[in-house]
């Protein structure tokens, strides 16, 4: 079973702060997905990087997939309250069953203003 | 709308009743997925239909859960004999064969 776990589980910062969120795992993945979420609605994809190493921007969001292709990391630069939500990774497994994503817990991340 | 639907889109139900749960997908997609999200538990899946092939059921966590597509389209998820731990959020995904899948908002069911 391909498990991803992802760090912080809740994160608190104040607007204009810049924070990190990690989604590691001991398998590979062939891709990976960064989805934000919020109260009430469906997950909502941000992006998918898919080389490992690769680097994705997404104006003040910063995405990157590890060298071998285990882990994965978001930064948001000067967060804004808009940046509100649950964050969440999926991996896309490898192989046969490459159409199920593996889904991390989630980083609930508020922005205070 | 042109997204994926899901209805109901919150369910109350007492212990032992069946429920059901149905899913519109994004006209023209191929492949419909549900999940179950728990508090603090992500998402979890449960079962995967990609046009006439038979369907991946590995995710459904026991014989009560069960899932249909009817023409390659709409799809119900129905749980028999509830129970408090069936209580979440299922959601339900489509995409265009292995493109990244869009979500509907979900249906938030509790057990009473």
């Known amino acids: 079973t391909q498990l991803l776990e992802q760090s912080p589980q809740f994160l608190s910062i104040q607007e204009g702060e810049n924070l990190t969120v990690y989604c590691n795992s001991s398998s590979v993945f062939s891709s990976l997905q960064w989805y934000r979420q919020e109260p009430g609605e469906g997950p909502v994809l941000l992006v998918t990087v898919v080389t490992g190493g690769e680097v994705k921007k997404l104006k003040r969001l910063t995405f990157q997939f590890g060298d071998a292709r285990k882990d994965s990391s978001l930064h948001i630069t000067a967060a804004q309250p808009g940046d509100t939500g649950l964050y969440l990774c999926?991996?896309?497994?490898?192989?046969?069953?490459?159409?199920?994503?593996?889904f991390g817990k989630g980083t609930l991340l508020t922005v205070n203003p | 709308g042109a997204g994926v639907s899901q209805s109901p889109s919150n369910k109350v139900t007492e212990k032992g009743k069946d429920v059901e749960l149905r899913c519109d997908p994004i006209s023209g997609h191929t492949a419909l997925y549900w999940y179950r999200q728990s508090l603090g538990q992500g998402l979890e899946f449960l079962i995967y239909?990609?046009?006439?092939?038979?369907?991946?059921k590995s995710g459904l966590p026991s014989d009560r859960f069960s899932a249909e597509r009817t023409g390659g389209s709409v799809s119900t998820l129905t749980i028999q004999r509830t129970q408090q731990e069936d209580s979440a959020v299922y959601l339900c995904?489509?995409?265009?064969?292995?493109?990244?899948?869009?979500f509907g908002d979900g249906t938030r069911l509790s057990i009473l």
């Open positions: 999926a991996g896309r497994n490898s192989g046969g069953s490459n159409y199920k994503l593996t």
């Open positions: 995904a489509s995409s265009f064969r292995s493109q990244p899948q869009h």
């Open positions: 239909f990609q046009g006439n092939s038979a369907p991946d």
